[in-house]
């Protein structure tokens, strides 16, 4: 995916086993297109982690995902985006945060600037 911001918001959690259709439908119905919507945030992109083989040093090396499972980057204009009302606002709407968010755990968040 080409990116066309200077700066990556990046966001990864799990999610309790029960609720990962609802959060996955949330997220790509309401949660996603509320956040699109924000001054400042130009793309977002969902992804799953799993478990991989790939070839190092000329050997095959099984990898296990470590990490959160479910992981979405936002394309942000700059970091301030996250500071503002309507970003606040926007993580605020639908199901999210009474429904979804509680049932989501491991959370990590951070801002990468594109070289």
């Given at each position: 995916?080409p990116?066309?911001t200077?700066?990556?918001?990046?966001?990864?959690?799990?999610?309790?086993?029960?609720?990962?259709?609802?959060?996955?439908?949330?997220?790509?119905?309401?949660h996603v297109?509320?956040?699109?919507k924000?001054?400042?945030?130009?793309?977002?992109?969902?992804?799953?982690?799993?478990?991989?083989?790939?070839?190092?040093?000329?050997?095959?090396?099984?990898?296990?995902?470590?990490?959160?499972?479910?992981?979405?980057?936002?394309?942000?204009?700059?970091?301030?985006?996250?500071?503002?009302?309507?970003?606040?606002?926007a993580?605020?709407?639908?199901?999210?945060?009474?429904?979804v968010?509680?049932?989501?755990?491991?959370?990590?968040?951070?801002?990468?600037k594109?070289?």
């Open positions: 995916m990116i066309a200077k700066y990556l918001f990046i966001v990864s959690m799990d999610v309790d086993a029960d609720k990962e259709a609802l959060f996955n439908e949330v997220y790509d119905t309401e297109p509320y956040i699109s924000v001054p400042g945030v130009r793309a977002a992109t969902r992804v799953k982690g799993g478990s991989f083989t790939m070839q190092l040093g000329g050997e095959q090396i099984k990898k296990q995902h470590d990490g959160p499972v479910y992981t979405a980057i936002y394309e942000i204009d700059d970091p301030g985006v996250l500071l503002s009302p309507e970003w606040a606002e993580g605020e709407k639908g199901r999210w945060p009474g429904e968010r509680p049932f989501t755990r491991n959370r990590r968040h951070w801002v990468c594109v070289i």
